[in-house]
């Protein structure tokens, strides 16, 4: 699930968070793509603002819990991320925007590791 939100006057600021997943694009000006999990649990993709890559904190969540995994900072020049578990389950990620940006958090739920 993604939370969309395109702030009023605001065209061509198009965020995009990739992350892993089978699923296509969403194609609104906010978008969350998916990339791909490899069977190590690591989970990684990339954040972009407008196309160009970003640091951004990633947040990795046990969705049952709710208990925090990880968090990390996407890198600024790539946009990349990546955080590692050796437990299996089903979690979910969000990205949080800097304050007064523009956009709210975006969520990625239902990523299933095992």
């Excluded at 609104?28 to 951004?56: C, M, W």
């Excluded at 900072?73 to 790539?78: E, G, K, R």
Aim: zero cysteines; charged letters at 10%.
């Amino acid at each position: 699930m993604v939370d969309i939100y395109t702030p009023p006057g605001t065209p061509g600021n198009a965020v995009n968070f990739v992350l892993p997943s089978s699923s296509a694009p969403v194609s609104t000006e906010l978008n969350f793509f998916p990339q791909g999990i490899p069977v190590d649990y690591t989970y990684d993709g990339y954040v972009q603002l407008n196309g160009s890559p970003v640091a951004r904190q990633v947040h990795v969540h046990l969705r049952e819990t709710g208990e925090l995994l990880e968090s990390t900072m996407s890198d600024a020049a790539t946009g990349y991320f990546s955080v590692t578990t050796a437990i299996s389950g089903t979690y979910y990620a969000n990205m949080l925007p800097i304050l007064g940006e523009g956009y709210n958090i975006l969520v990625y739920d239902e990523i299933v590791l095992d």
